[in-house]
T-cell receptor, first 114, second 108 residues
């Protein structure tokens, strides 16, 4: 049971480089999310996709773009990486984007921007 | 002020002790979630609550909507319970807000 798969697990970038974090889920979930987790702070929502074909900004969307490629895949792109984007990124999914739905998390991507 | 506050930030207990982690929130919610983050970083959903109390094994979660407060209890704690416990609330607009987490260490 793969659940939510994130790639890569680790990445080091130089300031100004671009990269895409990949996320795929095999649970036929409709809603998918991207979060970042920084020391001493709670997870913060970057973007979410309530259903295939829709995306919405979360709490901290600046500097990021997302693509809901299909029902399974939701990617997060950093167009011009900045040191402030050094963080651990988590992708999650839920059957629907309602309060009573559990979220299933990937294992995270640890990203360092030099 | 954060919309979700957890206490304590860090908690050390001896094996077998009863543990309580608290979560207070300041916004209207449609549901509250308790999550567990393992030392390796993986995050698992433990509970979702919109009212009352839920129990799963040695874990009990309660919520008081009027007081905007939830507690997570662990009975007969064990070293394998050592993890970061995260409280999160889903707002009516489906946005999620997370507490900073409580780091629990259970010593044998």
């Amino acid at each position: 049971n793969a659940g939510v798969t994130q790639t890569p697990k680790f990445q080091v970038l130089k300031t100004g480089q671009s990269m895409t974090l990949q996320c795929a889920q095999d649970m036929n979930h409709n809603s998918m999310y991207w979060y970042r987790q920084d020391p001493g702070m709670g997870l913060r929502l970057i973007y979410y996709s309530a259903s295939e074909g829709t995306t919405d900004k979360g709490e901290v969307p600046n500097g990021y773009n997302v693509s809901r490629l299909n029902k399974r895949e939701f990617s997060l792109r950093l167009e011009s990486a900045a040191p402030s984007q050094t963080s651990v990124y988590f992708c999650a999914s839920s059957e629907y984007g309602r309060g009573n739905q559990p979220q299933h998390f990937g294992d995270g991507t640890r990203l360092s921007i030099l | 002020k954060n919309e979700v506050e957890q206490s304590p930030q860090n908690l050390t207990a001896q094996e077998g002790e009863f543990i309580t982690i608290n979560c207070s929130y300041s916004v209207g919610i449609s549901a509250l979630h308790w999550l567990q983050q393992h030392p390796g970083g993986g995050i698992v959903s433990l509970f979702m609550l919109s009212s009352g109390k839920k129990k799963h094994g040695r874990l009990i979660a309660t919520i008081n909507i009027q007081e905007k407060h939830s507690s997570l209890h662990i009975t007969a704690s064990h070293p394998r319970d050592s993890a970061v416990y995260i409280c999160a609330v889903r707002k009516p607009n489906n946005d999620m807000r997370f507490g900073a987490g409580t780091r629990l260490t259970v010593k044998p």
